[in-house]
């Protein structure tokens, strides 16, 4: 079992109340994703970061935004939630690659956070 | 382009029967390629990686192949069981710098059935 936790399992609001989706992992791992899934589709990245004040956007445009104040917190935060917000999100950590430089590519991810924007 | 295309999209089978899953891709340059199984509701797990050099690799009753000439993988589940029950997701990495690229798949929905 993977030790990162996400909260809230399931949340359900109503459009324009501002929610965070909160992300935590006691593995030490530097870098931090979340990814949005919708039933069916591939997994789109979303945000990352490579370490303690670090944070870029992924491949998929969100207006959400994200903070790494700390190694093992990683919040998704949305100001103004609207349905089109509506999905699954995983956060996920990778270690850093080996002394080596090997790098194998294994996320750890959560259990999800599904949002429902009423 | 960069894809990883799954097949089939979804798939049922008897409690203790054998099946197969398809991976097909064209990311360049390959480094490594991951299944991983998504049980309902949850985030996915890794069954196993395969890299450049190898061909065949085995978890269990879980079996993963990779043709790097094909650009494909499969896996392969023996004597199936009713918690195999899961979306399988296939991610290829390319050789990128820090940390290689990923390209998921849009995975494929097993269904075993008593």
Redesign the interface.
């Known amino acids: 079992e993977?030790d990162?936790y996400q909260t809230p399992r399931y949340l359900v609001i109503g459009t324009g109340k501002k929610i965070t989706l909160e992300c935590s992992q006691t593995m030490g791992h530097d870098?931090m994703y979340w990814y949005q899934q919708d039933p069916?589709?591939?997994?789109h990245?979303i945000h990352y970061s490579?370490g303690v004040n670090s944070t870029e956007k992924g491949d998929l445009s969100s207006e959400s935004t994200v903070s790494r104040i700390r190694t093992e917190h990683f919040p998704l935060t949305l100001e103004s939630a609207r349905p089109s917000h509506t999905s699954q999100y995983?956060c996920?950590s990778?270690p850093r690659?080996d002394r080596l430089g090997g790098?194998?590519?294994?996320?750890f991810?959560?259990?999800?956070s599904?949002l429902t924007v009423l | 382009k960069n894809q990883?295309e799954q097949s089939p999209?979804s798939l049922i089978i008897l409690e203790g029967k054998n099946c197969t899953l398809q991976c097909n891709y064209t990311v360049s340059p390959f480094?490594?390629l991951?299944w991983y199984k998504q049980d309902t509701?949850?985030?996915?797990?890794?069954l196993t990686?395969m890299t450049f050099s190898e061909n065949t690799k085995s978890n269990g009753r879980y079996t993963a192949t990779l043709d790097a000439d094909t650009k494909q993988s499969s896996l392969h589940i023996t004597a199936s069981q009713l918690s195999d029950s899961a979306s399988y997701?296939c991610?290829v990495?390319d050789r990128g710098s820090?940390?290689?690229r990923?390209y998921?798949?849009?995975?494929t929905?097993l269904t075993v059935w008593p």
């Open positions: 993977a990162i870098k069916g589709m591939e997994l990245l490579y995983l996920a990778s690659p790098y194998t590519g294994e996320l991810f959560g259990e999800g599904r | 990883v999209q480094s490594n991951r509701g949850r985030g996915p797990v890794s990686i997701i991610v990495s820090t940390l290689g990923l998921f798949g849009r995975g929905q």
